[in-house]
């Protein structure tokens, strides 16, 4: 399989749609009384476990377990666990800690030139959301208020990264080319996840929870990646009615789990389904289904030129993106709109502000993204010099 080939056809295109919908979802979808009419329609599980929230944006939230996929699905042996923590573990863990202290701090002077700064101690607890240390030990159901100028939309996300990497590294060339270890593995950091969630129920610093279940998303990528499944999916033929029926099957069986396993939007609180321990196999199960069904999609969407090039350069920026959304997009709304901290979208932003500072968000993170990459991957290989 060439890599170089599947990263430049649908891979890239599929980072790119999820990254977008992603920056979409935080800045229109998440006005849940401008979609839904409700007052808080992002609820998804219950009480008493129903679920509150639309069965497709369950569905497309599955879509984010797909960047963990492809971290393993391109892992490449032989590196060794140090050179492979050196290249990803560092780098993420210094490029989020930057962002977590300095993006607040600039959020912070503007509003306050604006008028509009929170008290100095809002810039504490923004710290605390960025490195993952707010509600530390306590229930993982315990909710605390976004910080009004934090900016880490999504950096649960990211140390999930970070934790996963940590736990793959330390066994993927163990169990690299043996599917029945691998397969092994899997089920044991399920199970980890599982256990976790039903008896121990703390969030840790970092969001280190996550870890478990990223590294399982991770080696089933790597585990994908020895049967060159995106390859295979890449050469679909419209001719085919094997093709179309392994897509249409994949389709109906995503809905049909979806449908009976809500699986929520609550991946940082390990809020992935109201089935007790078989949640964390569901969940696992239903993520892998629909990284076959979006693989399929953007393999559709990458025959056509037009769309394939206007998603291909969000796609080379997906870190950068979810690293600098909440940061640009509030920029961007704080001398027009009087934010809470009940969530980081302003209460009274409507609509259609929302959709334009949602396009215009995605079009200037882009830009700070190509320009901006040379110069901080130099800086970045300073400091990894200096700490080696």
């Known amino acids: 399989m060439s890599d170089y080939v599947a ?3 649908s891979v890239d295109l599929l980072k790119g749609v999820l990254i ?15 979609l839904f009419g409700a007052a808080d329609a992002a609820v998804d599980i219950g009480p008493q476990g129903e679920s509150t929230t639309s069965l497709l944006i369950q569905a497309l939230y599955l879509g984010l377990m797909i960047f963990f996929i492809f971290s393993g699905y391109f892992y490449r042996p032989g590196r060794g666990f140090k050179e492979n923590m050196r290249k990803r573990f560092f780098q ?4 989020l800690s930057i962002c977590a202290i300095v993006l607040p701090i600039i959020i912070y002077i503007w509003m306050a030139v604006w008028g509009k700064a929170p008290d100095i101690s809002d810039i504490l607890i923004a710290f605390q959301w960025g490195f993952g240390l707010n509600g530390v030990f306590e229930p993982l159901d315990v909710f605390t208020e976004h910080p009004i100028c934090g900016a880490c939309v999504g950096y649960y996300f990211l140390w999930g990264m970070v934790w996963g990497f940590l736990i793959f590294y330390a066994v993927a060339d163990r169990v690299y080319g043996d599917w029945k270890k ?17 008896f121990v129920d703390m969030k840790l610093p970092f969001y280190a929870q996550i870890g478990p279940i990223a590294a399982a998303f991770m080696l089933a990528g790597m585990l994908l990646a020895e049967h060159d ?16 029926g392994i897509f249409l099957g994949s389709v109906l069986l995503a809905v049909v789990l979806v449908y009976l396993f809500p699986s929520g939007l609550e991946f940082d609180y390990l809020n992935i389904g109201r089935y007790g321990w078989f949640s964390a196999f569901i969940y696992f199960v239903e993520a892998m289904v629909m990284f076959v069904v979006m693989m399929h999609l953007s393999v559709f969407l990458s025959k056509a030129s037009l769309i394939r090039e206007l998603f291909d350069v969000p796609g080379r920026h997906t870190l950068g993106i979810l690293l600098l959304h909440g940061f640009v997009a509030t ?3 704080v001398p027009f709109f009087n934010k809470g901290n009940g969530s980081w979208v302003p209460d009274d ?16 993170c882009v830009i700070i ?3 901006g990459k040379k110069y901080l991957e130099k800086g970045m290989d300073k400091f990894l010099t200096k700490t080696e």
Do not use: Q
Not at 92 to 95: E, F, H, S, Y
Not at 182 to 197: G, K, N
Not at 356 to 362: D, F, N, P
């Open 92 to 95: 993420l863990v210094v490029a």
């Open 182 to 198: 691998t397969v092994l593995v899997i089920a044991i950091l399920l199970v980890v996840t599982t256990v976790y969630r039903m």
């Open 331 to 333: 920029m961007m709304f």
């Open 20 to 34: 977008v919908a992603i920056v979409f979802v935080h800045l229109v979808l998440s006005r849940s009384d401008i």
């Open 369 to 371: 993204c190509e320009y």
């Open 349 to 364: 932003m409507g609509l259609a502000p929302s959709l334009i500072i949602a396009l215009a968000t995605v079009v200037v």
């Open 7 to 9: 990263r430049l056809g």
């Open 229 to 244: 499944v995106i390859a295979k999916i890449e050469s679909f033929s419209f001719r085919s009615a094997k093709c179309w």
